[in-house]
């Protein structure tokens, strides 16, 4: 049984780095074509895709954000860490982490989708 | 970037209703695309994948077509647990993942 849990502070100062864990069970992010992004969603507003770790510990980052994020894992913990820099109010969301699915299309090239969610954590940005 | 739309953006509905959801992506993107479905204050959940696959567990009410740019997700008869926000997602390769605006259904 795949779960996902986020874990994090619920409130943080502008300015502020704020971290999140991502704790998660059933599967191993040391097999191969596992990958698991983060996910957030402003109060009321669509999702926005953050960052992605894979099994080969590469990684990648919204080009809008990339600057700021920062992504690791720990395998032996079953974990994922998020990082985000210089918080600002407009970063109030709720983040979730996602394991990442995929299957392969015709050309052979994978393509990926979020088969399994955590629950979210709903962070504040607030002095 | 792939960018996607949806129609429409809320929409009422009664219980045992036919509901279509269409989502419309910039550019061509064959069959990559997903269906999310998201009640208040869940995290969403995954339906459909690759345009038409139904995800392990997701009632057979629930439908998907379309490739190119234009797709649609059908449920054939709503039902009161299916009250929620509904997404769709480009199925890239690579970053960025892009998500839809969102459409809503509501009790009429």
Redesign the interface.
Known sequence: QVTLKESGPALVKPTQTLTLTCTFSGFSLTTREMRV?WIRQPPGK????LA?IDWDDEK????SLKTRLTISKDTSKNQVVLTMANMDPVDTATY?C?RM?Y?Y?SRG???????Y????ALVTVSS | DIQLTQSPSFLSASVGDRVTITCRASQGI?S?L?W?QQKPG?????LI??AS?L?SGVPSRFSGSGSGTDFTLTISSLQPEDFATY?C?H????????????TTVDIK
Do not use: I, M, V
Request: glycine share 10%; net charge positive.
């Open positions: 992004s669509a999702l926005e895709w992605r990648f980052y919204s080009t979730y996602a699915g299957y299309d090239y994978s393509r990926k989708y979020f088969d969610w955590g629950q979210g | 064959s990559y997903a999310y869940k995290a969403p959940k995954l994948y690759a696959t995800q997404y997602q199925l890239n390769s690579y970053p960025p993942f892009t998500f839809g605006p969102g």
